[in-house]
């Protein structure tokens, strides 16, 4: 088996009974929030799926959309809801909340479309100073 997805010394966001501290990205499953399909075992204190395929519950914390990645092979795509409301002057905080949330196998994905959805939505803006501050 591989690194863990979330390797370290535990200052990053994932609980610390987390699957992505134990397994490689593609182990484990990421589901929106504790539901009846993944219920906690008291033996180990992990949830699982019934086919116990290890399950995250807190995609916001290690950074992964929510989805099936071992139990169906689900491919790793990186949001960017840019939401509509959003204004020029929350773009930096709001990228940099995305960029530092994000998994790291998301970060260059997540800048890419970034770059491509600032100048669509903002076409005043400097897409690359932009991504300059909410990166630094």
């Not at 990205?25 to 990421?30: I, M, Q, R, T």
């Not at 709001?94 to 970034?114: D, F, M, N, S, T």
Request: proline content about 14%.
């Amino acid at each position: 088996m591989g690194e863990a997805f979330i390797a370290g010394d535990g200052h990053h966001a994932a609980c610390g009974i987390c699957p992505s501290r134990r397994f490689p990205l593609g182990e484990f499953d990421v589901a929106e929030r504790p539901s009846p399909e993944c219920p906690f075992d008291p033996e180990d204190g992990h949830r699982y799926t019934a086919a116990r395929v290890p399950v995250c519950v807190h995609p916001d914390r290690v950074g992964l959309p929510p989805a099936p990645y071992k139990s169906e092979g689900a491919a790793l795509t990186a949001a960017l809801p840019l939401p509509p409301t959003l204004t020029l002057p929350e773009l930096v905080p709001y990228l940099r909340a995305v960029v530092h949330g994000a998994a790291p196998a998301l970060l260059g994905e997540i800048i890419e479309r970034a770059a491509s959805e600032i100048p669509r939505m903002f076409p005043e803006a400097d897409a690359i100073a932009v991504l300059r501050r909410a990166l630094g």
